[in-house]
């Protein structure tokens, strides 16, 4: 082992980072005005609008189910590059679907299994592009890639929707898939290296072959962060224009991203130095108690704290999560950890709203928020019982390892 640290900067992993920040963003930019764009042209009630908007999750989630199992033996590359197309021709198709709702929840369908498909690629080629003695901190840097998508998607989304129309929407989104995909084409990355046994084991259509076992106890934190999570993304407008703030709204997720931002290459470091469980209690902590800000809020400078604590501690968990899940898994099953630890967050995130919906008018927006802080800060035992008991500084790769 030498006291040079490994390189992580390197041409590939900036092209991936730089490809995935294109791909989220296109997300985001439609995310934000898919309801909208259902109400205004289809006539769509609220329901169908909100099925619109959330069936391109339900599409990135029923394809990371089979992302993981068939990334290996389709191939990384094959994935990325299938995946990136197939996302650009369905982003092309908002085009001439004009008519008929039914193909536009379709288009969305399809559109999210796309994203799926990519972005499941897009992780697993970089977790092996990444030192394994800078796990940790590289996986916070690649993360950070959709931070700054989730904190420019949706003022661009908004800037677009007052000053033009969904057709500039739509270009501007297939110019953003167009680059994604182009600037990919210019990387270049090893196919995992697995033997014919392990790729047998791996074709038998069984629960372990859907998930990776070793991921499942982060993948069920996660899931439970990104419910919580749900709540902010999903309610945050009508909690804000109840209580009198939509205004300082606006800024809450450039707030959130920001300190996102500025945490990343901290809370990596300490991750690789000092194991999960230095950073992943504090993290839990800090999200709940700004969830629990949240519930409080009175002022606009509250609502921004509130932003800025959250996000720290969202984002700090989101990225350590992973690197764990990555941690846990044996080399030839890294695509298959990466897919369960998004199927937990993406389900999370999805679920979440459906379920939080019933709960507002029993205990308001306030109330929502308080009971996920108590939700967050119940899972610091539920983290210990499912890893961080089983966490030692010893189980943290070298560079021997690589």
């Not at 992943?280 to 800025?308: C, D, E, K, R």
Request: net charge positive.
């Amino acid at each position: 082992m030498t006291m040079a640290e490994p390189k992580l900067w390197t041409k590939d992993f900036i092209i991936i980072s730089a490809a995935n920040f294109f791909l989220a963003l296109t997300f985001l930019l439609l995310m934000t005005n898919m309801a909208v764009y259902a109400i205004e042209e289809f006539n769509a009630t609220a329901g169908k609008a909100g099925q619109v908007s959330g069936i391109f999750i339900v599409g990135t989630l029923v394809f990371r189910i089979f992302a993981g199992r068939y990334i290996e033996r389709i191939g990384r590359k094959r994935m990325l590059f299938g995946g990136l197309v197939l996302f650009l021709l369905a982003t092309l198709l908002y085009f001439v679907v004009v008519e008929n709702l039914n193909l536009l929840l379709l288009l969305r369908f399809i559109h999210g299994a796309a994203f799926g498909a990519a972005a499941t690629a897009m992780a697993t080629i970089v977790i092996n592009i990444i030192p394994r003695a800078r796990l940790g901190e590289g996986t916070s840097y690649f993360a950070m890639s959709a931070t700054l998508a989730m904190a420019i998607g949706p003022f661009l989304g908004i800037f677009i929707s007052q000053r033009a129309n969904f057709t500039v929407m739509f270009a501007v989104c297939s110019f953003f898939s167009a680059v994604s995909l182009l600037i990919s084409l210019f990387s270049s990355f090893p196919e995992a290296r697995i033997s014919r046994e392990q790729l047998e084991a791996m074709k038998s259509f069984k629960l372990s072959n859907l998930f990776e076992q070793k991921a499942i106890p982060i993948a069920v934190i996660i899931f439970i962060v990104g419910f919580a999570f749900s709540g902010v993304l999903s309610f945050l407008t009508s909690y804000t224009r109840e209580i009198g703030l939509i205004e300082t709204a606006s800024f809450f997720f450039i707030v959130f991203a920001a300190f996102i931002l500025i945490s990343r290459p901290f809370t990596g470091r300490l991750f690789d130095r000092r194991g999960a469980n230095r950073v992943i209690y504090p993290a839990l902590i800090i999200y709940a108690l700004g969830l629990m800000f949240l519930s409080q809020v009175h002022h606009g400078y509250t609502l921004l704290l509130a932003g800025a604590v959250s996000g720290l501690g969202y984002g700090t968990l989101v990225s350590c999560s992973q690197a764990v899940a990555v941690q846990e898994a044996p080399r030839h099953r890294i695509g298959l950890a990466t897919s369960t630890f998004f199927i937990g967050l993406d389900g999370g995130v999805g679920i979440g709203p459906l379920l939080l919906g019933y709960i507002i008018p029993i205990v308001s927006f306030r109330g929502l928020y308080l009971t996920m802080a108590v939700v967050i800060f119940a899972c610091v035992l539920l983290y210990y019982l499912l890893h961080g008991r089983k966490e030692s500084y010893k189980k943290q790769y070298s560079v021997a390892d690589c």
